[in-house]
């Protein structure tokens, strides 16, 4: 037998079912750029991610509640399409006691006193709300994870406004807006 070529380059083995033989070297040039772009597209993953943009619900955030805001006042909701055609028209009770949620931070209970179209089915939700400031969060089945629905909005003295969309672990794309107001207080 002969002498075994010697190679000076890095090389990938190539694996047969019952031997290995070496394959042609990789040539460093390629090598090197195959890293250096590799890099690239780490850092313009990393750049591209993330943002100086400040959230509407971030800057709801650092607002003071409304003092329209209180529990277990009667609230009225409705909530648009794209279109603007009424989807779901509902009256709630924001409730003070805790919520089951999949979510983190302190969710309260929604009592839904009437609504149309009813919500019906096995995957019917229950409600719970997150109010942080002058941000509103609804999530129509918060107790289900991965397949919320949320309406997330500011209250101002007049109400409250904002838009609604599906949650999942995918995102979800808005859907419409929704508004409310108290209809008695307590």
Known sequence: MGKAKKYNKPFKFVRFAHRTRQAAPLNLDVMCYMKSLLFSIIALLFIGCSSNKTYPYEEWASLKTPEIFST????????????????????????????????????????????????????????????????????????????GYELKGQIKESGVSGEHYPVSMFGGEVQGKFYGVPVEGT
């Open 72 to 147: 277990n006042a009667l609230w009225s909701f409705v909530i648009l399409g794209k279109d603007g055609d009424i989807r779901q028209r509902f009256s709630l009770k924001f409730a003070d006691s805790s919520a089951e949620t999949c979510s983190s931070g302190e969710w309260k209970r929604i009592d839904i006193v009437s609504e149309f179209p009813v919500r019906h089915g096995s995957f019917e939700g229950k409600p719970a709300y997150y109010l942080n400031g002058a941000a509103l969060i609804i999530d129509l089945s918060a107790n289900l994870c991965d397949a």
